[in-house]
């Protein structure tokens, strides 16, 4: 976990997708996936507000912690990645008839 110069934890930035997570007493929990590791989200106020993003990619910054080998993150803000997807094919959803059946004489 990084540290300021007074020893205080400080805020780590990540990039990665949400994921939903079934937890063993049934509720439901998240996580972020990134590149390098995964990170289990803290479900307090912050935490929660991801529920709307799985799936997404995300950028969040939050203090990040390592107890036992799983990384836990206590969201403080994050914001969704938008952009160009290079592995959707974005052919599938185009209709290729839609313009000749719509202005046919």
């Given at each position: ?36 590791y995964t990170y289990q989200v803290d479900m307090d106020r912050e ?59």
């Amino acid at each position: 976990m990084a540290k300021d110069k007074k020893g205080a934890p400080k805020a780590s930035k990540i990039v990665g997708f949400v994921e939903e997570v079934d937890l063993e007493d049934g509720d439901i929990g998240l996580r972020i996936v990134g590149d390098e590791y995964t990170y289990q989200v803290d479900m307090d106020r912050e935490g929660r507000k991801l529920l709307d993003y799985i799936d997404e990619e995300i950028e969040a910054s939050g203090i990040v912690s390592n107890l036992h080998g799983v990384r836990e993150i206590k969201i403080t803000r994050f914001r969704l990645i938008d952009g160009y997807d290079e592995d959707k094919d974005y052919e599938e959803d185009y209709d290729e008839d839609f313009l000749d059946d719509r202005y046919e004489d």
